[in-house]
């Protein structure tokens, strides 16, 4: 098989340029199947596979196929709900603190402060500016923040902050 053949053949079943193509074979020596495998683990080649059927005269036709290799859409999006899922559960253990310097304290879980921030986009940075005005200090603690390298440095900041004169 040619070097043209070769890259038709792994351009054919992944999505990628010549020149990717190309690169891919050079290095693997011009091994086509090394050349398919690389690109499997980088979840970009899929394989054809031929589908058998028949039909009412009990004839047999061949379908071609297309199935990625790598990962199906159903896993993709099991993946997607349990990273969200994770997302959610971590946002409910923390809260975001505001605080005064009278001592008033309040806290919402970071979840909910994410999703009202969200609604409401036009009014949160002004919030954030009259809390700041009025000697508002805004913080974050629960389980997953407290002991973490952001929580230390946002002490950091807020000391320095508060010992300038």
Same mark, same amino acid.
């Given at each position: &098989? *040619?070097?043209?053949? &070769?890259?038709?053949?792994?351009?054919?079943?992944?999505?990628?340029?010549?020149?990717?193509?190309?690169?891919? %074979?050079?290095?693997?020596?011009?091994?086509?199947?090394?050349?398919?495998?690389?690109? @499997?683990?980088?979840?970009?080649?899929?394989?054809?596979?031929?589908?058998?059927?028949?039909?009412? #005269?009990?004839?047999?036709?061949?379908?071609?196929? #297309?199935?990625?290799? @790598?990962?199906? +859409?159903?896993?993709?999006?099991?993946?997607?709900?349990?990273?969200?899922?994770?997302?959610?559960?971590?946002?409910?253990?923390?809260?975001?603190?505001? *605080?005064? @310097?009278?001592?008033?304290? +309040?806290?919402?879980?970071?979840?909910? &402060?994410?999703?009202?921030?969200?609604? %409401?986009? $036009?009014?949160?940075?002004? %919030?954030?500016?009259?809390?700041?005005?009025?000697?508002?200090?805004?913080?974050?603690?629960?389980?997953? %923040?407290?002991?973490?390298? +952001?929580?230390? $440095?946002?002490?950091?900041?807020?000391?320095?902050? *508060?010992?300038?004169?």
């Amino acid at each position: &098989m *040619e070097n043209v053949e &070769m890259i038709e053949e792994l351009r054919k079943n992944a999505d990628i340029s010549y020149k990717t193509a190309s690169e891919v %074979l050079e290095g693997t020596g011009w091994n086509l199947d090394e050349a398919k495998t690389a690109l @499997k683990k980088e979840g970009i080649y899929r394989e054809e596979t031929l589908a058998m059927t028949t039909t009412n #005269n009990n004839d047999y036709t061949k379908t071609n196929t #297309n199935r990625y290799t @790598k990962e199906s +859409f159903k896993s993709a999006l099991k993946k997607f709900a349990d990273w969200s899922k994770d997302k959610i559960t971590r946002g409910l253990r923390n809260d975001f603190c505001v *605080e005064t @310097k009278g001592g008033k304290r +309040f806290t919402m879980p970071v979840t909910i &402060m994410v999703i009202l921030s969200i609604l %409401l986009i $036009e009014f949160v940075p002004i %919030l954030f500016i009259i809390g700041f005005f009025m000697g508002c200090r805004f913080t974050f603690e629960g389980p997953d %923040l407290s002991g973490t390298k +952001f929580s230390e $440095e946002v002490s950091k900041i807020r000391f320095d902050c *508060e010992n300038r004169n």
